[in-house]
């Protein structure tokens, strides 16, 4: 299909019916995105089951839109209460809280919104006019790229490490010995189960991200208070409702950009997802941005950098679920559930046999931005407000989120274990110095790294000549050299003063 004839197809799935249930889907997107646990495809999977009875174009434009609402919604939490909605909000979380801490919420939901807004629409426009171009990158990276990609992504702990960097590294090697927990999934061997059945599958990815991030934040707020015994919330006479500036905004443009760009490449490959898109943008955004020695203090390119990333993903990650039916994140893989349930086979022949489909899905990730600009911009003040609540009514209201939310999946009362256990460890983490983020990074890349390089040395047999051959594959190593050498430098340039 033709970039012409995509918009052919795009103005023709425009209908007041389908603008409806496009706010219907940012709406609940962004609720079921705001609450601990719930990320955007459980979001969606709850809005699945509504679509059968609808009109597939609508229902397209529905699942798309929920899709775009929930990855901005996890941020609402993560900047106000230290408490990621997504996985791939845990990044915001670091600058996003600090901003609100320091009585700037307003312009910290701000930069979140309107950052998302950005890279989806942006990354829409891109995702329509370079479709084909996308498609191409998606399959000139093999197993090695893959590797190189994670590998890259496993650099961001030289910026994350603001203390002690040995301390970093062994957060993350904790991250990814937690993430081979499970089945072997070439020999189909388990490993490091300790008998326990349910962690055959390995480590929810929800509870644990959830638990090492929020709620080892919610165990020291717990303690601070019993400690204080402080009854009032601490933003008391410190709420600020100021919403950002085009000004403000455009002085984030460079990283913005940047940010979208890696979102892009991040998303349309398959199972890689908004997670490691974020955490990509987070190191590469303190690289660009000129206060990037001030990150994890409020900076404004810290908030940019991941939320744009992580939406930016949206419109890439149905690139190869519409070109070749596969998912490139799990919640593309709801949609692929929502187009089978519709009679369709997303892959290769979808544009001719049901091209209203593709004009469905990017008209929906397209009219979801203004949407998602006029219901945050609405919703600000309320969630703002939501942060005055005395904080034992708060924190109990946050806990019961996190163990509902892990409730949901379908290890049920285990989640939960998991979800205390990775809590505790990341608030004894915290109190000896080392990095519960580092940790997340190393568990969400890990199967990423350790696949990728399993199947890439039995494709070259052995031989590590194919990194090296590999264009794509090499530059992401020269990269993730580059990445080091240049962190570990600017960790010892205030030293030299």
């Known amino acids: 299909m033709t970039t012409l004839e995509l918009w052919q197809q795009i103005f023709a799935a425009f209908s007041p019916m389908g603008l409806v249930w496009v706010f219907v889907g940012v709406t609940w997107g962004i609720f079921g995105g705001a609450l601990p646990g719930v990320t955007a495809s459980l979001a969606m999977s709850l809005a699945l089951p509504f679509t059968i009875a609808m009109d597939p174009v609508n229902a397209f434009m529905l699942l ?33 809280h600090q901003m609100h801490l320091n009585g700037h919420s307003g312009k910290a939901l701000g930069y979140s919104l309107v950052g998302g807004s950005f890279g989806s629409f942006f990354g829409g426009l891109i995702g329509v006019f370079l479709l084909g171009a996308l498609v191409k990158i998606a399959l000139l990276l093999d197993p090695s790229a893959m590797f190189a990609l994670a590998f890259f992504g496993l650099s961001a702990v030289v910026s994350m490490s603001k203390g002690n960097l040995a301390k970093g590294f062994i957060s993350i090697l904790l991250g990814i010995m937690l993430g081979t927990i499970g089945s072997d999934n070439f020999s189909g061997m388990t ?4 008998g326990m059945i349910q962690l055959g599958d390995g480590v929810s990815d929800v509870p644990a991200v959830v638990g090492f991030v929020a709620a080892s934040e919610l165990f020291g707020q717990v303690i601070n208070q019993i400690k204080e015994k402080r009854l009032t919330s601490p933003m008391l006479g410190k709420l600020d409702f100021t919403f950002i500036t085009i000004k403000e905004f455009f002085a984030t443009i460079k990283v913005a950009l940047a940010s979208m760009i890696m979102g892009l490449v ?10 490691i898109a974020s955490f990509i943008a987070y190191n590469e955004g303190k690289r660009l941005s000129k206060d990037g020695d001030k990150f994890g203090t409020g900076v404004p390119d810290a908030i940019v950098a991941p939320e744009v990333a992580n939406n930016a993903c949206v419109p890439a990650a149905v690139v190869p679920l519409l070109s070749f039916g596969i998912p490139g994140s799990t919640s593309a893989a709801i949609m692929l559930g929502g187009m089978v349930m519709h009679g369709m086979r997303p892959g290769p022949l979808l544009a001719e046999s ?31 407000k939501v942060t005055a609540i005395p904080p034992h009514f708060l924190n109990t209201i946050i806990l019961v989120l996190l163990v509902v939310g892990s409730l ?9 274990g998991i979800l205390l256990f990775c809590a505790f460890a990341g608030y004894v983490m915290k109190l000896a110095g080392y990095n519960p983020i580092a940790t ?29 051959t590999h264009p794509i594959t090499l530059v992401l190593l020269l990269l993730t050299a580059g990445s080091v050498i240049v962190g570990l430098r600017n960790r010892k340039a205030p030293a030299k003063s």
């Open 191 to 194: 490993r490091f189960t300790m």
């Open 266 to 275: 991040v998303g349309v490959m398959p199972g890689a997802g908004p997670t």
């Open 64 to 96: 798309a839109s929920c899709y775009v609402g929930a990855e901005y919604g996890g941020s609402i939490p993560a900047i106000l209460l230290s408490v990621p909605g997504t996985p791939a909000n845990a990044p915001t979380a670091m600058d996003g």
């Open 408 to 416: 949901a999946l379908n290890e049920g009362i285990f989640a939960v």
């Open 354 to 384: 049901n091209p209203e489909a593709l004009g469905a899905v990017f008209l929906g990730i397209l009219l979801a931005c203004p949407c998602l600009l006029i219901v945050g911009r609405l919703m600000l003040k309320p969630w703002v």
């Open 440 to 468: 997340v990074l190393g568990f969400v890349l890990s199967q990423l790294v350790e696949d990728n390089l399993r199947r890439t040395m039995l494709l070259s047999k052995g031989s590590l000549m194919t990194f090296v």
